[in-house]
Each structure stands twice: as C-alpha cells, then as structure tokens.
C-alpha cells in the first residue's frame, strides 16, 4: 500500500480512540514526508538532530516535530526554536539544558521523560527510583520553560508478546502513580508514549496515548547492520 494508504487507515482506526500518530520519518527523504503530509499527516519524529533540523528547515511550517532519541546536551540549542515535544528526557541535565534554551526563544518545551523497561542493556532512560529522584530534585520545580507531559518507554525487542506485555503494563501502572503523586492537579500530564510498528496494538490495550509508527507507514527499511534498536523499529 502507499504511504498515503498507510496514513489514512491509521488515522481511521487510532482517531476515534484518542491516540495521537507520530510518524517516524528518521532516514526518509522528503518526498515521502511530503506524501504523509499530503495524506494529513502533521506529526513526524526523527532521532538525529542533524536531520531534524535540515527538515524543519525545507518541509512546511506547520509540522510539528518531535525528537525520539537520546539528546545529547550540546544539541539542545539547535532544536529550541522550534521543537513541539522531546520524548526522550532521561536525566535533570538535560532538563535544565532545555529549560535555558527555551528561555532563550521565550517558550516552553513540552517534554516527556523516558523510562528504561526493556531488558536490554543497550536502552537509555530513567529507571523507578531515578524517575522519582528527578521529580523530587529541587532543580526540577525551579524550571520555568519547560512543561512535562507524560512517560516514554521502549519495550523489548522480542516476539514474546508475555514479555512486551508485561512491560507495556509496568510502564502504564507507573504513569498512573506518577501523575497521581506529582501531577494531580495538571490536565497536562496526559501522554504516554509507547508502542511501535512491532508492538504498538499491544501497546494500545494496555493504555498507550500515543504510537511511533516508521515501517508500517513507509515501508520496511533494509539495514545493513544494527548495534541496538531506536525509538522506533
């Protein structure tokens, strides 16, 4: 099917549910952008920064593009202008990076932070304690310029749909006590991230608010050779 065939059958079925489609443009030329865009697609996430913004920069204005890999501190600077939402907060570093930045441009970052729930050594993100220690740091509440919105997670790279199962419902049952803890009074906490081309029906059932989708909306992509999987496989 093409690209656009892709996009309006997703959107058909996540629309009705509440579940926001991200598409993972990272590798793909513009021209296939261009067809999800013509498609109504406006979401799209890339993992390098490099290629974020050379996109940003050619691609219609009104995209909103989120960045889902790891972020390097130094990096931060070139995607503040215009960044909607960092998925893949995993430390008060690079908080306080984003916060500055942000202040800079006179916004504020919307911001989800990452959770390791994989059982692969390769993933980056906060585990439970960590999580809690972040949003306990008094560095964390003096932050004016960004605005945390949810959780992100990655589950494993397996077939054992146990496995991905059990992961996916750790990750929601500790969304749940965070928000109830530290996010009570703020509707903006409502985006749990998770779920990808592989997974992301089972990431649905337990909960998922917002899905990363790369092959299944363009296509599988040959590789070559793969150290660990990404934000989206």
């Not at 629309?15 to 991200?22: D, H, Q």
């Not at 913004?53 to 204005?61: G, R, S, T």
Request: proline share 2%; charged share 25%.
């Amino acid at each position: 099917m093409s690209i656009a065939t892709n996009i309006e059958s997703l959107q058909i079925d996540l629309k009705p549910i509440g579940v926001t489609l991200v598409a993972v443009s990272k590798t793909k030329p513009q021209t296939a952008i261009m067809e999800a865009y013509e498609a109504g697609q406006r979401i799209f996430g890339e993992n390098m920064v490099q290629e974020l913004v050379e996109k940003q920069e050619a691609l219609p204005k009104d995209i909103e593009w989120h960045l889902i890999g790891h972020l390097q501190t130094n990096k931060v600077k070139y995607i503040a202008p215009f960044i909607q939402l960092i998925e893949s907060v995993d430390s008060i570093k690079l908080l306080k990076e984003i916060d500055k930045h942000a202040a800079k441009h006179d916004r504020v970052i919307d911001c989800l932070l990452q959770v390791y729930i994989a059982d692969e050594d390769s993933k980056f993100g906060l585990d439970h304690a960590e999580l809690v220690e972040l949003l306990r740091d008094p560095e964390f509440a003096s932050l004016q310029h960004v605005r945390i919105r949810g959780l992100m997670g990655i589950a494993t790279n397996t077939e054992n749909e146990k496995v991905i199962k059990a992961e996916f419902y750790e990750l929601k049952m500790l969304f749940d006590g965070i928000k109830a803890s530290f996010f009570r009074q703020q509707d903006s906490f409502d985006t749990l991230s998770m779920g990808m081309s592989s997974d992301y029906q089972l990431a649905i059932e337990h909960g998922s608010t917002m899905v990363r989708l790369g092959s299944t909306i363009f296509g599988k992509r040959v590789i070559k050779h793969v150290k660990n999987k990404d934000a989206e496989n």
